[in-house]
Structure formats: C-alpha cells, structure tokens
C-alpha cells in the first residue's frame, strides 16, 4: 500500500509534497571538479516521485543540479514540483541580468517556465534587491516564472517586500529544533500575508539522528560533508555537544514510544508549526537514501506530552541570534567554513561617494548623506525608491527601508549604523508613532541614538515617514 503523502498548497494552481527533497548536496558530491552523471543522477529521482515525494528544491549554484531536474522532467513528464533559487552575486543588476538568469535556468531545467523561483540578497542596505524583486515580477506576468519566493529573508524585509506588492509564496529558512527564530515575528508575518515556510536544516545536516547519539563531539576535520560542517556550528552556537546530546536523548525516549525515528520527530515537530509548508531533506543523489524512513513522518503526529518533553529540551538551548537568514548576512557566519568565502567575494557600496568642498558626499534619490572628518549628517530620507513608494501603506515597512537607505550611504561613507547618534523621526501621522518606534528600536538595538518624533506634512504621494541621521565614525575610520 501507497503511503498517503501530505501536500501543501503554496498558490491556488500551486501544490508541493511537505517533504521536499533538497538537492544542495549536489554541489558538495561535485566540489572536487568531476560533475555528476546527468543521466543516471536523474534516474536516481524516480524513486522519490514512486514515493509520492513530487517536489524537489535547487539553486542556481547547487553543481548541476539544474540540470539533472531537467533531465528527469524531460524524460518522465510533469510529474514533479521544481523549485530553484537565484542567489546573484553582491553588486549592480540590470533588468537583463534579471532575464539572463531566469533564462538560464530555463534552459538547463529544460522548461519554458518556473515553477517557483526563490531569490536571495546578501545586502538589505543595497535597494537593488527591490529592483530585482520588481523585475522578476515582471517576467511573472510573461510567464516565465509561475510563482515567486523568497530564500533567507528576515521577518522587517519579508514584510517591506509583500507590502511593496510583490507577490511572494513562500520564504525558505534553517528552522529546526536546534533553530527556532522563525517562531518569532516571522511566523506571525507568514500567517498574515498568507506566506508557507519551506524549512531546511530539519535534520541538521544528519546530526538529529541515531547515528550521533551517544557519541563523542567531533573535531571539524571528522566532518566529511559540507552540511555536517554547517549543522555542527549550530550545535555548537546552541548550547554545545553536551545539551545537544540531551536533546538527542530525549528524542529517542520519543521516537521510541511512537515506533518512529528521531529524524522522524525531528522533522514532524517542525512540519506541525503553523506557518510550515514543507520540511525540505536532503539527497545524496546515488548514494543514500531515505525514502522510507522520510515517509514515516506521514504516519503519525505529536501528543502533547511529545510537545511538552520537547521544549523542556529546548529552553536549555541557547538562541541562534538574529532573524532568519542572518547567519548570511552578520557573525556568527553559520556556514560550512564559517564564513562567506564559498559564497561571495567581496560587497561592492551601495553607493559611489563623490568629494566635493563640503566633503564625501553621497546622493542617493532625494536624500544626500555628507561626511566632513569624522561626522555624517543625512538629509530627511523616505521610501521612495525608483519612481516607486516601498512598503506601499505600511509605515512600519516604510521606516525599515529608510533606515536601510540610510545605512547604505553610511557603509558608502565608512560608516555602519552603530555609529548613529541622533535620528529624527517625521510622520504624516501621530497615530503611527507608536509602531514606528518600536520598529525604531529593533533597528537601533543595542545603538541607543538620541531620537525625536514629530508631526510633519510630508511631501510626496504616499510617503508616510521620513528620518534625518548624524553620525560620528568610531574610531576616527576615514
């Protein structure tokens, strides 16, 4: 008897099996220059589709992975869900460069149009990834792409995104036992715009299994794939090997009285949380599979003691820190070197400074930012961005991408947000003061600038804030 696969639906004509089976690995099987066989890579995927398990994730940059999906659809037909990602390097894009990409992965997944594309930014102070947002969209509407998501994405910049009206599907992020920061304001986020989380990270790279019960921590230079490398930061920024093997321990008292296997409530516990569209596991296409033990995580759902003995676990655990998708973007880099350096080399500025009698200067729309020595004064800054208001009627949003405006032509000058001093706040509306500043202190945090907030008639259809900033350069940083 066919196992009964459970299946989410991202989009009205749009429906995925909620474990995907991630394709990441590809890239690691390849790393040592010698490319997978296409065809028999893409016969290994027929076992899963038998399964019931449809849906297959990708990137742009997972080795030949692209092109093993388009093997496989070419051969058996649209039978399956492919999802792939475009992460573009840091620096200037064009609406081509936009088109080429897409058009590029068209081409090795052998498709006139996406099923779902994810896009991921690596720098929230450069407004073009809005742009590339927009034009994406816009070969949405051509049909070149069916549905759009999002991939890393924090909850201030998931939120300035479907309020400037991109219509986003989902967010994939690392959410798992060991990582629990989408349960904060993201998943409230999700609920309320109708966006799925697609989660990775689910297993830990295979360290939430029996395999590691028990065992002795290992060092790095143990670790053979890129993923255990990844997961064992987590681990270790979590709480470290002791109160991980805790968690493991009490999974298996679980797992054992359910007849399942701790990856097994690994992944349902995370498959139950209420914004969660898909749990995404990886394959190692050819050499291991885990089909059958995957599909068990069908079978059965957690009581509330299950609940209950969990989370006595996890609030040992030390919070991962920031937001989603920021062990990308800020230390701890939580990647398989621990840094960036396998995914980018450099982050060009936002903006050009130019030097002039007063100074650097940067112009960037209607706003200029001026360094004379060691102080910056930025002139009113809004939202508007490319003939375009981002955050469309949401303030809150609208404050978030000013700030992030702000902070690009900082980082343009030398400077970071945390040399802030004083901000002004300017709202069409008293009434939003309250949403406005608490946002203002999420992205102040810890920075404590001097603030005022008044009531002022802004200029500009549908501008609904702005904020002046100085700053002096710690450290005299020229």
């Known amino acids: 008897m066919k196992e009964i696969v459970e299946r989410c639906e991202l989009a009205p004509d749009f429906t995925i099996s909620r474990i995907l089976t991630g394709l990441w690995q590809v890239a690691d099987m390849e790393r040592d220059g010698r490319p997978l066989d296409v065809q028999a890579a893409a016969a290994a995927m027929r076992p899963y589709v038998d399964a019931g398990l449809t849906t297959f994730d990708?990137?742009?940059?997972?080795?030949?992975?692209?092109?093993?999906?388009?093997?496989?659809?070419?051969?058996?037909?649209?039978c399956v869900e492919?999802?792939?990602?475009?992460?573009?390097?840091?620096?200037?894009?064009?609406?081509?460069?936009?088109?080429?990409?897409?058009?590029?992965?068209?081409?090795?997944?052998?498709?006139?149009?996406?099923?779902?594309?994810?896009?991921?930014?690596?720098?929230?102070?450069?407004?073009?990834w809005l742009d590339c947002l927009h034009w994406l969209q816009e070969l949405k509407r051509e049909g070149l792409i069916r549905h759009l998501g999002l991939t890393n994405v924090d909850t201030t910049h998931l939120r300035i995104a479907v309020s400037s009206g991109i219509a986003i599907v989902s967010n994939q992020v690392c959410f798992s036992l060991l990582d629990?920061?989408?349960?904060?304001?993201m998943t409230e986020l999700c609920l309320k715009h109708g966006v799925k989380l697609l989660a990775f990270g689910t297993v830990a790279g295979g360290f939430l299994t029996e395999r590691w019960l028990g065992k002795p921590e290992p060092g790095m230079e143990e670790?053979?794939?890129?993923?255990?490398?990844?997961?064992k930061r987590f681990i270790d920024v979590s709480g470290g090997w002791q109160v991980f093997q805790e968690l493991l321990h009490r999974l298996d008292v679980i797992a054992q009285r359910l007849g399942v296997s701790i990856a097994n409530v690994a992944c349902r516990t995370i498959l139950e949380e209420p914004a969660v569209g898909g749990i995404i596991i990886g394959a190692r296409l050819r050499q291991a599979e885990h089909i059958q033990n995957n599909l068990r995580v069908f079978r059965f759902s957690l009581d509330e003691l299950s609940r209950s003995k969990i989370g006595d676990v996890l609030a040992r655990l030390q919070p991962i820190p920031g937001d989603c998708g920021d062990e990308y973007r800020r230390p701890p880099y939580l990647t398989a070197s621990g840094d960036l350096s396998h995914h980018i080399d450099s982050f060009p500025?936002?903006?050009?400074?130019?030097?002039?009698?007063?100074?650097?200067?940067?112009?960037?729309?209607?706003?200029r930012a001026v360094r004379r020595d060691?102080?910056?004064?930025?002139?009113?800054?809004?939202?508007?961005?490319?003939?375009?208001?981002?955050?469309?009627?949401?303030?809150?949003?609208?404050?978030?991408?000013?700030?992030?405006?702000?902070?690009?032509?900082?980082?343009?000058?030398?400077?970071?947000?945390?040399?802030?001093?004083?901000?002004?706040?300017?709202?069409?509306?008293?009434?939003?003061a309250g949403a406005v500043m608490?946002?203002?202190?999420?992205?102040?945090?810890?920075?404590?600038?001097?603030?005022?907030?008044?009531?002022?008639?802004?200029?500009?259809?549908?501008?609904?804030v702005r904020i002046q900033a100085e700053a002096i350069v710690s450290g005299g940083d020229k």
């Open 223 to 231: 670790l053979s794939t890129w993923s255990q490398m990844k997961y």
């Open 82 to 128: 492919l999802l792939t990602k475009w992460v573009p390097k840091p620096g200037p894009a064009t609406r081509e460069d936009v088109r080429a990409a897409v058009q590029r992965s068209l081409d090795r997944m052998q498709a006139t149009s996406l099923d779902l594309l994810q896009y991921h930014t690596w720098n929230y102070a450069d407004p073009q």
């Open 180 to 185: 629990q920061r989408a349960k904060q304001g």
């Open 349 to 367: 500025l936002p903006y050009v400074p130019q030097s002039s009698a007063e100074g650097r200067i940067v112009d960037f729309g209607t706003s």
């Open 58 to 78: 990708m990137a742009d940059h997972y080795g030949s992975a692209e092109n093993i999906a388009g093997v496989f659809r070419k051969e058996h037909g649209p």
């Open 374 to 432: 060691d102080h910056i004064t930025i002139t009113p800054t809004d939202a508007a961005h490319g003939g375009r208001v981002i955050g469309g009627r949401d303030v809150v949003a609208q404050f978030h991408f000013a700030v992030d405006k702000i902070e690009g032509a900082l980082n343009s000058l030398g400077a970071r947000l945390r040399d802030v001093v004083c901000t002004s706040v300017f709202l069409r509306d008293m009434a939003d």
């Open 438 to 464: 608490r946002a203002h202190g999420e992205r102040f945090h810890g920075i404590q600038p001097a603030s005022t907030t008044t009531q002022q008639k802004l200029e500009g259809e549908g501008c609904l």
